[in-house]
């Protein structure tokens, strides 16, 4: 099975900083990789898919890259309303595993 | 809109079974794969696996096989989750998705808002 590793597991920042959050496959997934967002107590929602492509309504300060095994979640300047827990998934194989998350934090 | 609601908070014992539903509105209901994520307490997220609320098509994470059980019920656009051995380690709260995407790109969007199933004696 693949496996999907995301670093770091939490980071603290400041509002207006930019901030990468990492995803490693354990093998080539093209870049059929997603993002989500989660905040407590509510359910997940995606950021992006695709590796690169927002999802309608999402702000443009959410970016995402990569392909093969490597990818990144960028928020080029945070907000008060972007402290929440992300999280990778890949959609390569029909077995959607998720990343651990990165919980980011005041 | 579309949206995904679903039952109710559960308390089980350890050993039992629970059935955790999905009602789907705001779409053509058979025309999209049902998935289900669970969230153990504090914990990320871990798929289950899916079902094809046309065919009754499931496939589950090797860890949940032999355990779950993904069914349709078409006419009232309602799909099921039946979970059984319970055991303290699944108490989580478990969400239904909606597959969606285009060009062989898949994503879930929308969730359900989620439904806690606590196990304990």
């Known amino acids: 099975d693949i496996q999907m590793t995301q670093s770091p597991s939490s980071l603290s920042a400041s509002v207006g900083d930019r901030v990468t959050i990492t995803c490693r496959a354990s093998q080539s997934i093209r870049n059929y990789l997603n993002w989500y967002q989660q905040k407590p107590g509510k359910a997940p929602k995606v950021l992006i898919y695709?590796?690169?492509t927002s999802q309608s309504g999402v702000p443009p300060r959410f970016s995402g890259s990569g392909s093969g095994t490597e990818f990144t979640l960028t928020i080029s300047s945070l907000q008060p309303e972007d402290f929440a827990t992300y999280y990778c998934q890949q959609s390569y194989s029909n077995m959607y595993v998720f990343g651990r998350g990165t919980k980011v934090e005041i | 809109q579309v949206q995904l609601v679903q039952s109710g908070a559960e308390v089980m014992k350890p050993g039992a079974s629970v059935k955790v539903s999905c009602k789907a509105s705001g779409y053509t209901f058979t025309d999209y794969f049902i998935h289900w994520v669970r969230q153990a307490p504090g914990q990320g997220l871990e798929w289950m696996g899916w079902?094809?609320?046309?065919?009754?098509?499931?496939n589950y994470a090797q860890k949940f096989q032999g355990r779950v059980t993904m069914t349709s019920d078409t006419p009232i656009s309602t799909v099921n989750m039946e979970l059984s051995r319970l055991q303290s380690d699944d108490t989580a709260v478990y969400y239904c998705?909606?597959?969606?995407?285009?060009?062989?790109?898949?994503?879930?969007?929308?969730w359900g808002q989620g439904s806690l199933v606590t196990v304990s004696s």
């Open positions: 695709a590796a690169s």
């Open positions: 998705a909606r597959e969606y995407g285009g060009n062989s790109f898949i994503w879930f969007d929308p």
């Open positions: 079902i094809n609320p046309k065919s009754g098509v499931t």
